[in-house]
């Protein structure tokens, strides 16, 4: 009887990966082909049936795309944005999960359910009103519009929240008995132990922030604070039939996105996966 439930198990574990292996590359498929129309000419794009290996490498579509616009102002924008929201975004976020997580005050569960709340406004009913008050406090065309409300995400201080459930209470009653207040405990034991769901959030935060297309679009006007969508999506008006070009362009500007996560996948993964549990 043994035998075969052990052939079961096998067959399924086989099942499964295969299915994840068929997903995994369906997924892939398009960044493949992203790739392949990069190095294209013009005239083999439009090729029928289309061909996966271009007939002719061509790297100067890389570098028409980057003599086309300012992309390293771009870049240096994007990545500035990108720096102050994720850094803020950290900080401010884990000390609000601390004090959800740890300390005891009147209405903290109700306020924490308020909070969750804010998860289910979509962006799109918040968006008038926001402008309204960075436009009254004279943010509009600066890079301030970006970063600040940016600062503060529920979903941050959810994620933080369960992660620090799971850190056993004895290290900070250690803590206290050294003479720890609750400000060397949180700098000194949580967010040490943290490391894992504090990644989770900046590659969030990252990934979230470095694509934005709707916040620049709506909020800057001048071209000398223009992120990398924003330009791409300018550089898309102006050559409209060019997708060698574009996607030269979409390659480069996810090309981050892609070395942040190659390079912090593990504590992703060990970041989602504990922020789940509770002690």
Known sequence: MIK???SLETVKSVLLHAAMLVLSLLMVVPFLWMISTSLKSV???????????????????????????PWLLYFYNTAKVTFFVVLGQV??????????????????DALFLLLLGTMMIPYHVTMIPT?????????????????????????????????????????????????CGYFRIFIHVIM????????????FTFMSTWNDFLGPLIYLNSDRLKTLTLGLATFQGTYTNQWNYM?????????????????????????????????
């Open 43 to 69: 005239n083999e794009m439009y090729l029928i049936p289309p061909s996966w290996i271009p007939a002719e490498i061509m790297w100067s579509n890389y570098v028409y795309m980057l003599e086309s616009a």
């Open 192 to 203: 040490p132990n943290a490391k894992p769901a504090l990644t989770t959030l900046a590659i």
């Open 4 to 6: 075969p439930a052990r």
């Open 247 to 279: 996607m030269a362009g979409s390659l480069i500007v996810s090309l981050p996105i892609l070395l942040v996560y190659a390079f912090a996948q593990r504590y992703f993964v060990e970041g989602i996966v504990m922020s789940g549990l509770k002690e």
């Open 131 to 179: 402008f309204q008050i960075l436009r009254k406090l004279g943010w509009l065309d600066t890079h301030y519009a970006l970063i600040v409300p940016a600062l503060f995400a529920a979903f941050g201080v959810f994620l933080l929240r369960q992660f620090f459930l799971t850190i056993p209470k004895e290290l900070e009653q250690a803590a206290m008995i050294d003479g």
């Open 91 to 108: 900080v401010v976020c884990s000390m609000a999960a601390y004090g959800f997580a740890r300390l005891k005050f009147p209405g903290r």
